[in-house]
């Protein structure tokens, strides 16, 4: 008597599709995890520096200095203020959209003056969305956008996710950001290391399933 495998072969459709849905979702929910560390990375350098201004506030409404002292203290540091492991750094800007400090550009120049028109927008973009936020606890954005590696000989922009907190007492906005690339390196080795394993695992389930419905079908036929 020779037996009707469609029931089997359901079970065995249903699972793939199961297993990919599932793998799918934890995918998504490893990029995501990522982009969350990155973007907790960049509020928490920038966080810092907000809290160093604050002290430095805190000692000129005290007396113990000046503001303008304050200021200079706040900008020699941040001069020194940078990361190695993506060569990030800390940059201030005012409410008028000049350059308080940074590591690429002069000190004064206004944005629109900025030849890039990458860099123009980028800089447009963080300092007039941070100053339209007017709650008290959450006085920062983020943005994604293209911007070249300063390190790089490539006319080549890359993928890079920005932060922008706005200091009131001193009429600034303090901005850093990380390279997306890493991330998308991460992600993308991640995924491969799952899709191999994916691959493997189903290769051996579907031997596992045609060994038992063979070892099946000869019980059924001696029965």
């Known amino acids: 008597m020779r037996r009707d495998y469609k029931f089997e072969q359901k079970i065995l459709i249903a699972s ?43 000692q000129a409404q005290k007396g113990v200095i000046t503001q303008k002292e304050a200021q200079d ?4 540091i941040l001069e020194h203020y940078t990361y190695s492991e993506d060569s990030s750094y800390i940059w201030v800007g ?8 940074h590591h690429h550009f002069k000190t004064g120049v206004n944005i629109k003056d900025i030849d890039s028109n990458c860099d ?20 920062f954005t983020v ?42 390196k991460a992600f993308a080795k991640f995924t491969w290391y799952v899709f191999v394993t994916y691959l493997i695992f189903f290769v051996f389930f579907c031997l596992f399933f045609l060994t038992s419905l063979k070892i099946l079908g000869i019980i059924v036929c001696m029965a």
Request: charged share 30%; glycine share 2%; net charge positive.
């Open 16 to 58: 793939v599709i199961l297993s990919l849905t599932v793998t799918f979702f934890a995918l998504v929910q490893v990029k995501n995890a990522l982009y969350k560390m990155e973007y907790d990375k960049i509020y928490n350098r920038t966080k810092r520096v907000y809290n160093t201004f604050e002290y430095l506030n805190n």
């Open 73 to 76: 203290k706040a900008l020699n």
């Open 94 to 101: 005012d409410y008028d959209m000049n350059i308080v400090m």
């Open 120 to 139: 123009k927008d980028a800089f447009k973009n963080l300092i007039t969305v941070a100053l339209k936020d007017k709650s008290k606890s959450k006085s």
């Open 143 to 184: 943005i994604e956008h293209k911007w070249k590696k300063q390190k790089d000989n490539k006319n080549k922009t890359y993928t890079k996710r920005s932060l922008a907190m706005k200091y009131e007492p001193w009429g600034w906005v303090i901005g850093t950001g990380t390279y997306s690339d890493a991330t998308e």
